[in-house]
């Protein structure tokens, strides 16, 4: 195997998968330490359109221009859950409340 990456394989829905989550993953830091979490969702949607264009064959339609906000949003959904399975498999999520919440309702 040459090469790790290739055109064809970037023109798969594992290709870009992948793709998206290594190039956030490798800038996320630069938006983490300024805003919070939903703008690296958006930013991973970003990337995922503009791979989607690059690599992906398409016509100019209306048509085809939905299907690649779709197949985007799936590769986003792919991204960011791929890295949560990875980084931390038995996450377990808590709702936190916050204290004046609870005080008030008293």
């Known amino acids: 195997m040459d090469n790790f990456l290739t055109s064809e394989l970037l023109g798969t829905y594992m290709g870009l998968s992948v793709a998206t989550s290594l190039i956030v993953q490798f800038t996320k830091s630069l938006f983490k330490k300024r805003y919070e979490d939903y703008v690296v969702r958006i930013y991973t949607f970003i990337i995922s359109v503009i791979l989607s264009i ?19 949003i799936i590769i986003t959904m792919m991204s960011i859950g791929g890295y949560e399975v990875i980084k931390d498999p038995k996450a377990q999520k808590k709702l936190i409340i916050n204290n004046t919440e609870n005080n008030n309702q008293q």
């Open 54 to 72: 690059i690599f992906i064959p398409h016509k100019n339609t209306t048509k085809e221009f939905a299907l690649l906000v779709l197949n985007s």
